[in-house]
């Protein structure tokens, strides 16, 4: 090397090893970022249809219909339901399944069968019924609080018997 002269710290090979390794990192990147968003996205429509089928019964039986006809679809993944007007009936919105979609008729009858064979079919007001009151299960935990578990446990034995009496359905809630 000639005295004076720039010492070359990167040659043509080594930049171009170099130029590789970022462009694929940039493309994990890019990858990465687009799963991201993919999966928010995914994960707010479950939120929402799980918040639907929670407080709407109608839709619920509307899922339960769907999971009597495809046992694999799941809500919020494998089909979206909708209910955008009060008074109007809940709809399949979007279908997104490779198991084929259930017809019209096919979900009014499976919606029939639901509920006239299911007697249990919305367990939480069915529970909701039975349950002690409100009242009496925050004068219980107060006075298990103070010392005296006895009352709690009572009403504990009581929801017991009313949650095995009207147990939760394993699909849509």
């Not at 995914?42 to 006809?69: F, G, N, P, T």
């Not at 709690?152 to 017991?160: G, M, N, S, V």
Request: glycine share 6%; net charge neutral; charged share 25%.
């Amino acid at each position: 090397m000639l005295k004076g002269q720039p010492t070359m710290i990167w040659d043509n090979g080594t930049l171009g090893i170099f130029s590789f390794i970022l462009l694929g990192v940039c493309v994990w990147i890019l990858f990465l970022w687009q799963n991201t968003r993919r999966m928010h996205v995914q994960l707010k429509q479950i939120a929402q249809q799980q918040s639907l089928l929670r407080h709407d019964d109608s839709a619920r039986e509307l899922c339960r219909a769907v999971h009597l006809l495809q046992p694999d679809a799941h809500a919020g993944v494998d089909y979206v339901i909708r209910h955008d007007k009060t008074g109007e009936e809940p709809y399949l919105a979007e279908w997104h399944s490779v198991a084929p979609q259930p017809s019209r008729e096919a979900l009014r009858n499976a919606l029939a069968k639901i509920i006239h064979d299911e007697p249990g079919r919305n367990y939480a007001s069915l529970r909701r019924a039975e349950y002690p009151s409100v009242g009496n299960q925050l004068d219980a935990a107060y006075k298990a609080r103070q010392g005296n578990g006895e009352e709690q446990i009572e009403i504990d034995a009581l929801i017991h018997k009313v949650k095995e009496k009207y147990p939760k359905s394993v699909e849509c809630l």
